[in-house]
C-alpha cells in the first residue's frame, strides 16, 4: 500500500534544512496543492533570503531569488507581466515582517493576485539566531540574550491580524506545521491560497508557524512543545480574513 | 511613420519607451522625473500596458526585476535620491544578468539636495551603483531628440547584453520642450529562452539567480560577465565630437554641460582660439579612445560638469594624465552660463590658470 507519494512539483534533492526543521513540510504543502491544483507547469516560485534562499533546488519549477525582503515586489512584476502564470512567495519572518514589511503590505492593499507563504519561526535562522520582529516576549535569541523585553525592543509583529485591518487581501489565514492536525489543516490553507489565484480572486497569505530547533536550542521534539505551549497562544491559528466566506454568508 | 512634435525632454523618454515595446512600467513620484510617470499613466493603458505606482523606488526596481525574469521589457524612472534606493535592486539585476531599463533625471545633493539639474551622480551611475563588481550601459543625452533615440537603443542594448542600461540626464533635458521627431518603427525582437514563463511540464525549469555558494563558480560568473563587459566597451561606445581637428583646447562635457560648452567653444573659435568639444553620449562604456587620440595635439583638457569634479577622473585615466585637466563646474542646481565656460577657455588660452 502506498501511502505518501512525493509531490510531483518537489524535486528529490535531498534538502539542506536542519534534523526537526519543519521549512521541509512547508515546502511539501506548497507542492501537494499545486499538484493538486494542476498548474505545474504554469507555477513560478520566488525564494526569499533566508534558510529558504534554495528553495529553487527543491521545487520543479520555474524559479528566482529575491532580495531581502523584496519577494512581493518581484512577484507583482512577474505576475502583472504574465497574469497567466501562478506566482507565490515564499518568505521568512524576517524576509516579511521587517525589511520586507512595506512590500507585503502593500501587495495586500493592491490584492495583487499572488500567492504568499508566510513562515514565521520566530527568529532569524539563517544567519545564526538574532532576534526577529516575531520573536515572543522573554524569548532568548542571540541579540536578546537576557530574553526580549517589549521595553527595549519593541513587540512582536502579528502579520495576520494587521493585514486583515486591509480592504486589499482576499485571504489571510494562520497555521502551524507542528502535529498532524495542523498539517492538515495547513495543507488546506495553502491549497485555497492557491486556488484563489487560480480564480483570480486575489492576494492570499497564509501564515505558517514554524519550528527552528536549531536557533531555540530545543531537540525537534521539545520544539514541536513549544510552538503548542508558548508560540500558539501568542499567535492564535485561524482563518483573519476570507472574502469568498463572507460572499458565501 | 516619423512625426515631428513639440515635447518635453521627459515625455518624449515615455512615448520612446512605449515605441520601444515597453509595456511594464514601475516607479515612485519625484521631481523632476514627473512627466514621465504622468506621460505612462495615461498611455500604459491605451496600449495594453502595465503602469504601476509603487510604495517606494525600492519595490519599483524589484517589480522590474519580476517583469523581466518574466522575459518583458520593463522600466523604472527616478531622480537621485530615489536612485540610491534603487542600487539594491539594481545590483541584483546584475548579479541575475537581466535587462532592465533605468532612468535617473538627476538633481542637486547630497541628501535631499535641491531639485534643480545637477550631474553629481556620474560615479554611481557609471561605477554601477550598488554592491558587488557590475555596470550599468549609461546613455547621456543633450537634447529632447536624443532622450527618444537613446531610450530606443537603451532598450536594445538591455536586451543585447542582459544588463541595465540607465540614462543619465537632468531636471533641464528633462523638462525643456524641443522639436522631437518620433519613429514608428517595430521595437527590434530578442529571444529569451531563459524567461520564467513556467516549465508547461515539458522542459528544465529555469532558475533565476544572484546566489553562488561556491567561490569558484562565483568567480566564472563574474568574469564572464566582465567578458560580455568588454564587448560592450568595444562595439557600443558613443561619443560626439566638435571642433577637434585642429583643437588645442578640448572641453568634455554631456547632457546639459555639453549644449553650454557647444556654444563657448563656437564663441572661441569665432575669437580665434582652437578649442573644441568631446561630448561622451554613452558615460559608461567612457570613450576613453577619443581622448587618448585627442591627447595627441590637445594641450589642455576642461571638464565641464554639474558636479565637484566627478567625470573628470575618467579624462585623467583616458589620457593618462598626458596633459592638464580642469575643472570647470557650478553646483547645487546652478548651470555654468556658455559665458563663464568661454572665460574658462580665454584664461587657459593666455596660460593662466582658471
Ligand atoms: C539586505 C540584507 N540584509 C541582511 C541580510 C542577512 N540575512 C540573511 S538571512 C536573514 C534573516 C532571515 O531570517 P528569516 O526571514 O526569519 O528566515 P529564516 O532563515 O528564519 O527561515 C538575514 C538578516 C541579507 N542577506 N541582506
Ligand atoms: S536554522 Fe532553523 S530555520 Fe534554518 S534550517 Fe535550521 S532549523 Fe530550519
Redesign the interface.
Known amino acids: 500500500m502506498i501511502v505518501a507519494t512525493r509531490p510531483h512539483a518537489l524535486t528529490t534533492a535531498p534538502t539542506h534544512y536542519c534534523p526537526g526543521c519543519t521549512h521541509g513540510i512547508i515546502h511539501r504543502l506548497v507542492a501537494e496543492a499545486i499538484d493538486a491544483l494542476g498548474i505545474?507547469?504554469?507555477?513560478?516560485g520566488?525564494a526569499p533570503v533566508g534558510c529558504s534562499?534554495?528553495a529553487?533546488n527543491y521545487?520543479?519549477?520555474?524559479?528566482?531569488?529575491?532580495?531581502h525582503g523584496?519577494a512581493p515586489?518581484?512577484?507583482?512584476?512577474?505576475?502583472?507581466?504574465?497574469p497567466?502564470?501562478i506566482v507565490f512567495a515564499y518568505q521568512g519572518d524576517g524576509d516579511l515582517a521587517s525589511i520586507g514589511m512595506?512590500?507585503a503590505?502593500?501587495a495586500a492593499a493592491r490584492n495583487e493576485n499572488i500567492t504568499v507563504i508566510f513562515v514565521n519561526n520566530a527568529i532569524y535562522g539563517m544567519t545564526g539566531g538574532q532576534m526577529a520582529p516575531t520573536s515572543l516576549p522573554g524569548q532568548v535569541t542571540q541579540t536578546s540574550p537576557a530574553g526580549r523585553d517589549e521595553l527595549l525592543c519593541g513587540f512582536p509583529v502579528k502579520v495576520c491580524e494587521m493585514l486583515a485591518q486591509l480592504d486589499g487581501p482576499e485571504y489571510i489565514a494562520r497555521v502551524a506545521a507542528n502535529s498532524v492536525k495542523n498539517v492538515l489543516s495547513a495543507k488546506k490553507a495553502i491549497e485555497k491560497a492557491f486556488r484563489n489565484q487560480v480564480e483570480g480572486r486575489g492576494f492570499s497569505l497564509v501564515e505558517v508557524l514554524s519550528s527552528c530547533p536549531t536557533n531555540w536550542g530545543m531537540t525537534p521534539g521539545d520544539a514541536l512543545g513549544w510552538m503548542d505551549s508558548t508560540m500558539i497562544p501568542y499567535y492564535p491559528l485561524g482563518v483573519y480574513k476570507d472574502r469568498s466566506a463572507k460572499e458565501a454568508d | 511613420m516619423a512625426k515631428t512634435v513639440l515635447m518635453k525632454g521627459n515625455e518624449a523618454l515615455a512615448e520612446a519607451a512605449i515605441q520601444a515595446g515597453c509595456r511594464?512600467y514601475?516607479g515612485y513620484p519625484i521631481t523632476p522625473q514627473t512627466e514621465i510617470g504622468a506621460y505612462l499613466a495615461k498611455r500604459m493603458p491605451e496600449v495594453g500596458g502595465?503602469f504601476?505606482q509603487?510604495?517606494?523606488e525600492?519595490?519599483?526596481i524589484?517589480?522590474?526585476?519580476?517583469?523581466?525574469?518574466?522575459?518583458?521589457r520593463?522600466m523604472t524612472s527616478s531622480s537621485s535620491p530615489g536612485i540610491s534606493l534603487k542600487s539594491?535592486?539594481l545590483s541584483?539585476l546584475a548579479g541575475?544578468d537581466l535587462p532592465a531599463f533605468v532612468v535617473n533625471v538627476q538633481r542637486a545633493g547630497p541628501g535631499l539636495g535641491g531639485i534643480q539639474p545637477a550631474q553629481a551622480d556620474y560615479f554611481q551611475a557609471t561605477r554601477g551603483g550598488g554592491h558587488g563588481d557590475f555596470r550599468n550601459i549609461v546613455l547621456a543625452p543633450a537634447s529632447v531628440q536624443e532622450m527618444a533615440s537613446l531610450t530606443l537603443r537603451g532598450f536594445d542594448l538591455a536586451d543585447r547584453y542582459n544588463m541595465t542600461a540607465m540614462i543619465l540626464t537632468d531636471g533641464t533635458i528633462g523638462q525643456m520642450m524641443e522639436q522631437v521627431t518620433l519613429e514608428s518603427a517595430e521595437p527590434t525582437a530578442f529571444e529569451k529562452p531563459w524567461a520564467?514563463?513556467?516549465?508547461?511540464?515539458?522542459r528544465e525549469?529555469?532558475?533565476?539567480?544572484?546566489?553562488y555558494l561556491a567561490p569558484d563558480e562565483l568567480e566564472q560568473k563574474n568574469l564572464s560577465r566582465f567578458a560580455r563587459y568588454a564587448r560592450v566597451q568595444r562595439a557600443e561606445t558613443m561619443v560626439e565630437t566638435y571642433g577637434m581637428e585642429d583643437a588645442e583646447i578640448c572641453l568634455v562635457a554631456y547632457g546639459i554641460a555639453a549644449r553650454v560648452s557647444k556654444n563657448a567653444v563656437a564663441a572661441a573659435r569665432a575669437s580665434g582660439i582652437r578649442a573644441g568639444l568631446i561630448r561622451p553620449i554613452t558615460l559608461w562604456p567612457f570613450p576613453a579612445e577619443a581622448l587618448a587620440n585627442a591627447a595627441e595635439h590637445v594641450r589642455q583638457f576642461l571638464s565641464v560638469e554639474l558636479s565637484m569634479g566627478q567625470m573628470i577622473q575618467d579624462i585623467e585615466l583616458a589620457i593618462r594624465c598626458r596633459r592638464p585637466v580642469s575643472l570647470v563646474s557650478r553646483v547645487g542646481g546652478m548651470i555654468p552660463t556658455p559665458e563663464q565656460v568661454l572665460l574658462a577657455i580665454e584664461r587657459v588660452a593666455r596660460g593662466e590658470a582658471i
Do not use: P, Q, W
Open positions: 505545474e507547469g504554469r507555477t513560478i520566488i534562499v534554495l529553487y521545487f520543479n519549477l520555474d524559479m528566482t531569488v529575491a532580495a523584496r515586489a518581484v512577484a507583482t512584476g512577474l505576475k502583472r507581466a504574465n497567466e502564470s512595506a512590500e503590505v502593500h | 511594464h514601475f502595465v504601476l509603487a510604495e517606494s525600492i519595490a519599483a524589484h517589480m522590474v526585476y519580476g517583469a523581466s525574469c518574466a522575459g518583458k520593463a539594491e535592486g541584483y541575475s520564467l514563463t513556467g516549465t508547461r511540464c515539458e525549469k529555469h532558475v533565476i539567480t544572484s546566489l
